[in-house]
């Protein structure tokens, strides 16, 4: 088996990096290998990176969390996840379908009445906009699938203006209030339209269903039971202490500390924000771990808690629930049009984050960075150490991770 050569960036930066779900170290250091290079010249402030194969994980955590402080990023360092927050929502929808409480295909008005009678946008000739009454019932699954027809945020949640960005500006039944009166930008069902908006419109069918604010059935149903102590909407003072800071990357140049992102202002836990299933979520990369788990085990957690229904994940989660040739997205994850054993889903966000697992061979690959615009050129050579670790022969035969599913 390739081992790769141990980092020599320091001592310091490669402290607080270890993972509780107690996985075998694969004792592979494919990822610091082709970071280093990155981190050195300052281009890449900070990564963490994880790869995990069926018991056996490598686990990175390479440079700084905070470039001008010195302070090394861990695994306990909460950061924006962003649209990761989507498969959360996507999660909580399944449990309520699961028990028979809501169906994909019910029409959207049956728990929220404002949405029974819905126009899409004709078009605009000499200065006069065309509004058409929608023919196609606009269904919960659609809502989740980026197939409603929803702009990607409502007027009230734009960017650019204190109190905007995706967990500003508004709660989400008055979200999805603005949502009902506004134009759908085509019919729905026959698109795609990559939408915060849908997202949270099917978080506040949950709240109707479940008669409790989506968050805290999120907190009650999923992460609570997960034991996901360090992930909700409002971080607390202590973790913004410890922050991954934002950067701007620059072309053959150091990156650039950035205050904040115009969609995501800071304070970041005040009365401005408010819970949004579309992105929104704070986390750390072991928080993250357990639910990307949760899903890679087919509903059950590391922790032995089942969320889910093995054959939920398989049939509503794992896989599309778009219509054939709209691309592969399930419910508010990245998920194949067919499902075979080479198939990953999960999710991205937009600061850089990302995971994902497949659930046939027990694998998983997290990405956390917190970093906006381009050149990246780090991906491709991070590409290269994920296609090495997997295709290393490792020894798990004394991994003491979770093996067996329960039903």
């Given at each position: 088996?390739k081992?790769?050569?141990?980092?020599?960036?320091?001592?310091?930066?490669?402290?607080?990096?270890?993972?509780?779900?107690?996985?075998?170290d694969?004792?592979?250091?494919?990822?610091?290998?082709a970071?280093?290079?990155?981190?050195?010249?300052?281009?890449?402030?900070?990564?963490?990176?994880?790869?995990?194969?069926d018991?056996?994980?490598?686990?990175?955590?390479?440079?700084?969390a905070?470039?001008?402080?010195?302070?090394?990023?861990?695994?306990?360092?909460v950061?924006?996840?962003?649209?990761?927050t989507?498969?959360?929502?996507?999660?909580?929808?399944?449990?309520?379908?699961?028990?028979?409480?809501?169906?994909?295909?019910?029409?959207?008005?049956k728990?929220?009445?404002?949405?029974a009678?819905?126009?899409?946008?004709?078009?605009?000739?000499?200065?006069?906009?065309?509004?058409i009454?929608?023919?196609?019932?606009?269904?919960?699954?659609m809502?989740?699938?980026?197939?409603?027809?929803?702009?990607?945020?409502?007027?009230?949640?734009q960017g650019?203006?204190k109190g905007?960005?995706?967990?500003?500006?508004?709660?989400?039944?008055?979200?999805?209030?603005?949502?009902?009166?506004?134009?759908?930008?085509?019919?729905?069902?026959?698109?795609?339209?990559?939408?915060?908006?849908g997202?949270?419109?099917g978080?506040?069918?949950?709240?109707?269903?479940?008669?409790?604010?989506?968050e805290?059935?999120?907190?009650?149903?999923?992460?609570?039971?997960?034991?996901?102590?360090?992930?909700?909407?409002?971080?607390?003072?202590?973790?913004?202490?410890t922050?991954?800071?934002?950067?701007?990357?620059?072309?053959?140049?150091?990156a650039?500390?950035?205050?904040?992102?115009?969609?995501?202002?800071?304070?970041?836990?005040?009365a401005h924000?408010?819970?949004?299933?579309?992105?929104?979520?704070?986390?750390?990369?072991?928080?993250?771990?357990?639910?990307?788990?949760?899903?890679?085990?087919?509903?059950?957690?590391?922790?032995?808690?089942?969320?889910?229904?093995?054959?939920?994940?398989?049939?509503?989660?794992?896989?599309?629930?778009?219509?054939k040739g709209?691309?592969?997205?399930?419910?508010?994850?990245?998920?194949?049009?067919?499902?075979?054993?080479?198939?990953?889903?999960?999710?991205g966000?937009?600061?850089?984050?990302?995971?994902?697992?497949?659930?046939?061979?027990?694998?998983?690959?997290?990405?956390?960075?917190?970093?906006?615009?381009?050149?990246?050129?780090w991906?491709?050579?991070?590409?290269?150490?994920?296609?090495?670790?997997?295709?290393?022969t490792?020894?798990?035969?004394?991994?003491?991770?979770?093996?067996?599913?329960?039903?």
């Amino acid at each position: 088996m390739k081992k790769s050569m141990a980092f020599l960036f320091g001592a310091a930066v490669l402290a607080g990096c270890c993972n509780c779900n107690c996985p075998v170290d694969s004792g592979t250091t494919f990822a610091r290998d082709a970071l280093a290079p990155y981190v050195e010249k300052g281009q890449l402030p900070g990564a963490i990176s994880v790869f995990y194969n069926d018991g056996v994980q490598e686990t990175c955590c390479i440079g700084y969390a905070d470039v001008a402080a010195k302070r090394a990023i861990t695994m306990d360092d909460v950061y924006m996840q962003c649209s990761q927050t989507k498969g959360f929502c996507g999660v909580t929808v399944a449990k309520l379908v699961e028990e028979g409480k809501l169906k994909l295909d019910d029409p959207v008005s049956k728990y929220l009445p404002e949405f029974a009678t819905l126009w899409v946008n004709g078009g605009e000739s000499n200065g006069v906009r065309t509004l058409i009454k929608a023919k196609n019932v606009l269904t919960v699954r659609m809502c989740l699938n980026h197939t409603g027809g929803f702009p990607f945020e409502i007027c009230a949640k734009q960017g650019n203006i204190k109190g905007g960005g995706w967990s500003g500006g508004a709660p989400l039944r008055q979200t999805a209030a603005i949502a009902a009166a506004s134009p759908l930008l085509f019919e729905p069902g026959t698109k795609v339209q990559y939408s915060n908006t849908g997202i949270d419109i099917g978080a506040a069918v949950v709240e109707v269903v479940t008669g409790m604010k989506w968050e805290d059935y999120l907190k009650k149903e999923v992460l609570d039971p997960l034991g996901m102590e360090s992930t909700w909407f409002w971080p607390t003072d202590d973790q913004l202490a410890t922050q991954v800071e934002m950067y701007d990357c620059v072309k053959d140049a150091p990156a650039t500390w950035r205050l904040q992102n115009e969609m995501e202002q800071r304070p970041y836990n005040d009365a401005h924000v408010f819970a949004s299933a579309g992105a929104g979520l704070w986390t750390t990369a072991n928080d993250q771990l357990k639910f990307y788990k949760m899903l890679m085990n087919l509903g059950l957690g590391d922790n032995g808690v089942r969320i889910l229904k093995e054959e939920t994940v398989k049939s509503i989660l794992a896989v599309s629930t778009r219509p054939k040739g709209l691309g592969g997205y399930s419910l508010g994850l990245a998920a194949p049009e067919q499902d075979d054993e080479n198939q990953w889903f999960g999710h991205g966000g937009a600061w850089g984050t990302n995971c994902m697992v497949n659930w046939h061979k027990r694998e998983l690959k997290l990405w956390a960075v917190q970093l906006c615009g381009g050149p990246r050129p780090w991906d491709a050579a991070r590409e290269g150490a994920e296609k090495d670790f997997f295709k290393a022969t490792i020894d798990n035969s004394a991994a003491k991770a979770f093996t067996g599913r329960m039903k």
